[in-house]
C-alpha cells in the first residue's frame, strides 16, 4: 500500500502559479502511475492531468492543457503538478492519486491510493 501526502496549496491571484508536490511513502512510486484530480464546491471531482510510470507519457484535461504540466521524480518518490496562468475556475481541492495499472487513464475510478488533499483558491 502506499500513501500520499500533497502540499504546495494556497492563494494566489489570477495570472499566479502554484507547484503542487504529492509525496508517496510505503512503495516504490515508478510502480504507478500518478493523477491529480480537483473538486471544486458543489462539483464532481475531475481529472487535471496523469503520467506515466517512466513519466515519458502525459495526459492533460482540456481545460488546463498549456497552463498545467505533471512530472515526476521517481528518485525522491514525489510527483509534481507546476499550475501556471491560474484562474478563478482552477479553485479546487486537488488530490493526488495511484494506480497500479499499466496504461494512464483519466477515470478516477481506476486509480487504487489517494492523498488528503490540498487547497488551491485563485482570486479574481
Known amino acids: 500500500q502506499v500513501q500520499l501526502v500533497e502540499s504546495g496549496g494556497g492563494l494566489v491571484q489570477a495570472g499566479g502559479s502554484l507547484r503542487l508536490s504529492c509525496a508517496a511513502s510505503g512503495r516504490t512510486l515508478s510502480n504507478y502511475i500518478m493523477g491529480w484530480f480537483r473538486q471544486a464546491p458543489g462539483k464532481e471531482r475531475e481529472f487535471v492531468a496523469a503520467?506515466?510510470?517512466?513519466?515519458?507519457?502525459?495526459a492533460y484535461a482540456n481545460s488546463v492543457k498549456g497552463r498545467f504540466t505533471i512530472s515526476r521524480d521517481n528518485a525522491k518518490n514525489t510527483v509534481y503538478l507546476q499550475m501556471n496562468s491560474l484562474k478563478p475556475e482552477d479553485t479546487a481541492v486537488y488530490y493526488c492519486?495511484?494506480?497500479?495499472?499499466?496504461?494512464?487513464?483519466?477515470?478516477?475510478?481506476?486509480?487504487?491510493?489517494w492523498g488528503q488533499g490540498t487547497q488551491v483558491t485563485v482570486s479574481s
Open positions: 492519486a495511484a494506480d497500479q495499472g499499466r496504461i494512464v487513464v483519466k477515470s478516477g475510478n481506476e486509480y487504487d491510493y
Open positions: 503520467i506515466s510510470k517512466s513519466g515519458i507519457a502525459t
